[in-house]
Every structure is written in C-alpha cells, then in structure tokens.
C-alpha cells in the first residue's frame, strides 16, 4: 500500500499521546542499551520478536515484518536498536493473538501486536511501558441499521461484533452495554467478514484500522463514531513472558523512544493526522 494514504488515516491528538507520562526515567543513548549477549533471551546474540500469524497494514506493510515498514514493524527495529541488536540480528516468528496472552514458555522475547495493557493479562505475562494508545471506533455499512446512530442509547439495540478478547469487546460491554447480545469472533478479520455478509450491524475496531478499513477494504462503510474509553485506557505495550528478565530493559528502552522524539516521529510517519470523528456519548 502507498505510504501517503497513511498520513490521513489519524488524528493528530494520537500521535501526542504517546507521549504520556509514566514516571520512568531511562537512558537516551544506545550504548548505554545492556549487551545483546545478555541472559534471558531465546536465542544468545539474537532478538526474537513476534508479530500476528498474519500482520496487517497500517502496522505491517505486505505481511513483511523484517522490512521495517509499517508502524509496530518500525517501533520494533527501533527498541532493537535500543538493545544494541542490528537488524540482521532481529528474527521474527508468529503467533496468534490469543496463544500469546496465555500463560507459558514463549517462543519470543517481545510480541507487538496491538496489545493492551491490563492487570487481567498481566497476571499471565509482562508487559512493556505503553507505546501507543488508541481509542475504539464503530464501522458500519452505509445503507444498515447504524445509519442514523448519533449517541450510544442508538447503539443499544444493534448486533454489535468486536475480536473476542480484545480492547474493543471489552468497550462494546462497558461503554455500549447493549440489549442485543454482542457477537464475538476470533479475529478481526471473521468480525468483517460477518459485519459484509449483514450477520452484524457494526463492528468495533481500533480508531487507526477504523480509518484503515473505511477507506481500503470494507467497501462502502463509514465511522459511525468514536467510543467512551471502558475503564482502562487503550495503552498498547510489548508482550514478554510473565517475570522475564528482559521486561525491565525493553521498558527502558520504550521509555528512551518516548522520551527522545521517536515514538512520535514513527506514529507521524505511519499513522499520520487527519481529521477527528464524532464522540459518541
């Protein structure tokens, strides 16, 4: 996909809020980074990070992790680099959403998958300081039942679908509290498909693919509007195993990201800034 159709795919308050506060403090220098040789990685000399069984744009370009292109491919090789690892020395595997939070030996020292931060997944792996943070979203089809929802009393009443486990079914319950039971789906991907064949009115999605999905790949659909956050903010952060040893210098390095300008500059480059859409309240 061409970069430029990015660059007005988010507003622009996302890319400052990645700059949020997390009173930590870290170093700004890769050579201060600890040594690639280090215990507690899967390989000794190699980064090992994980991605989705299939990774998709805006934050994998063409399913090719290894390239660099795309928002969470960039953040990777950045926090590599934080480490003192070259980009000959990242190897990449893939795993499924759900088997990445479960608990149990890894096959990775970070995943980076648009994982929210939460204590319930904390109790069965680490987390990194957040990187990113999203709000939720609502696509429909334009001709559907969620044509004139303007507030979430609207929303009650629809056949809301949203991936099951994720940020945006946690939403659908809290923020929406619908009458009509939610239908939830594996992956993303099964929650359009079922949203294009009409077995739901809507989907919920993070605002970035929201923007993504409207404008490339469900046809004819819109952002009916932006949804109240459900308790927890929508913080995403890198994925260890539960206790790592590397939890704490993959943080530092977040935080180094954050603190120097490079998380924003990679959000500006591959989510860029556009224009807002309706809080639905």
């Known amino acids: 996909m061409p970069r430029p159709a990015l660059r007005t795919v988010l507003v622009a308050s996302f ?4 700059l949020l506060a997390t009173g930590c403090t870290a170093s700004t220098t890769p050579s201060d980074s600890p040594s690639a040789t280090d215990e507690g990685y899967v390989t000794p000399g190699k980064l090992t990070i994980a991605t989705g069984e299939t990774a998709y744009f805006p934050y994998v370009i063409d399913d090719d992790p290894a390239s660099g292109e795309g928002f969470e491919a960039a953040v990777a090789y950045a926090v590599a680099d934080r480490l003192g690892f070259s980009h000959d020395d990242v190897e990449w595997v ?6 990445a939070i479960a ?6 020292d ?3 998958q648009q994982y929210t931060i939460t204590d319930e997944r904390k109790q069965a792996v680490d987390f990194s300081s957040p990187y990113y943070a999203a709000s939720q979203a609502v696509v429909a089809i334009k001709g559907g039942a969620a044509d004139d929802v303007t507030d979430i009393a609207s929303l009650k009443g629809l056949t809301l679908g949203a991936m099951s486990g994720s940020t945006s079914a946690t939403t659908i319950a809290e923020s929406v509290a619908p009458t009509t039971e939610p239908l939830l789906y594996a992956s993303n991907e ?13 989907i919920v999605l993070d605002l970035p693919t929201a923007y993504y999905a409207t404008a490339e790949y ?5 952002i009916v509007g932006e949804l109240p956050g459900a308790g927890v903010p929508d913080e995403w952060g890198l994925l260890l195993a539960k206790d790592s040893p590397l939890t704490a210098r993959v ?13 924003e500059e990679i959000t500006d480059e ?3 800034s556009g224009q807002g859409v309706t809080l639905l309240q």
Request: hydrophobic fraction near 45%.
């Open 94 to 99: 893939r795993t499924s959403f759900e088997s």
């Open 110 to 112: 970070f995943n980076i």
């Open 218 to 222: 469900i046809e004819n659909s819109f």
């Open 270 to 272: 591959w989510l860029g």
């Open 103 to 108: 608990p149990g030996p890894k096959s990775f």
């Open 15 to 18: 890319a400052a809020s990645i």
């Open 190 to 202: 099964d929650a359009v498909a079922a949203l294009k064949a009409g077995q739901i009115d809507a």
């Open 251 to 263: 943080t530092e390095a977040v935080d180094a990201l954050r603190e120097d300008g490079t998380l």
